[in-house]
C-alpha cells in the first residue's frame, strides 16, 4: 500500500536516531535504543503503541494509521 509507505517513509525521514530497517522494509521500521523496553515503556505512556526485538524498538504503520500518528510517534521519540 501506498499510503503505508509514506507514512513510514515519513517516521524515517523525522526521527534522529538510527534506523536499522533494509530500504525494503515494507511498513516496519525499526529504530535503536539502548533500552528498548525502557524505549516501548516510554513511548507507551505517550499513547505510541511499539514492541521491541533485539535492541531495537519496532514501529509498523496500517491502514488505520495517519500523519497524525507519525507526528505523535516523533514527538514522543524526542522524549525518550
Known amino acids: 500500500n ?3 509507505g509514506e507514512l513510514t ?3 524515517v525521514t523525522g526521527t534522529k536516531r538510527r534506523v536499522v530497517t533494509p530500504d ?3 511498513a516496519l ?3 535503536e535504543f539502548d533500552d528498548p523496553a525502557a524505549a516501548v515503556a516510554h513511548l507507551q505512556k505517550h499513547g505510541v503503541i511499539t514492541s521491541w526485538r533485539d535492541g531495537s524498538v519496532r514501529f509498523s504503520f496500517h491502514f488505520y494509521n495517519d500523519e ?4 505523535a510517534a516523533l514527538a514522543a521519540l524526542e522524549t525518550v
Not at 68 to 71: A, C, R, S, T
Open 24 to 26: 525494503e522494509r515494507g
Open 68 to 71: 497524525g500518528d507519525v507526528e
Open 9 to 11: 517513509q515519513a517516521l
Open 2 to 4: 501506498a499510503r503505508i
Open 29 to 31: 521500521v525499526c529504530v
